[in-house]
Nanobody, 117 residues
Framework: QVQLVESGGGLVQPGGSLRLSCAVSGFDITFWYMGWYRQVPGKQRDFIARISGRGDTVYSDSVKGRFTISRDNAKKSVYLQMNNLEPEDTAVYYC?????????WGWGQGTQVTVSS
């Protein structure tokens, strides 16, 4: 059973930075596309970034140029460096596999990011 544990969220002022981590257990993610998603209460969960097994990345327009996704396959971990944060980035952030039909794995608990002065 695949388990996903996100961490690193918190309260940050506009313009600040945070680095999120996602630890994956129960699966070898080496050759797997992984993604970060976020959800605001009352809205659907949105894709924001993905990374291939060899490190190719794609970002949503809302975070392009500010966020960077990376991975450490040996540690079965995926990261999201978030810079120049905006209040609109406030959400619960999740990681999961990335596939066109949507992730097949269950979701972790996510990590809350709040951007506010």
């Amino acid at each position: 059973q695949v388990q996903l544990v996100e961490s690193g969220g918190g309260l940050v002022q506009p313009g600040g930075s945070l680095r999120l981590s996602c630890a994956v257990s129960g699966f070898d993610i080496t050759f797997w596309y992984m993604g970060w998603y976020r959800q605001v209460p009352g809205k659907q969960r949105d894709f924001i970034a993905r990374i291939s097994g060899r490190g190719d990345t794609v970002y949503s327009d809302s975070v392009k140029g500010r966020f960077t996704i990376s991975r450490d396959n040996a540690k079965k971990s995926v990261y999201l460096q978030m810079n120049n944060l905006e209040p609109e980035d406030t959400a619960v952030y999740y990681c999961n596999e990335f596939r066109l039909g949507g992730p097949r794995w269950g979701w972790g608990q996510g990590t809350q990011v709040t951007v506010s002065s």
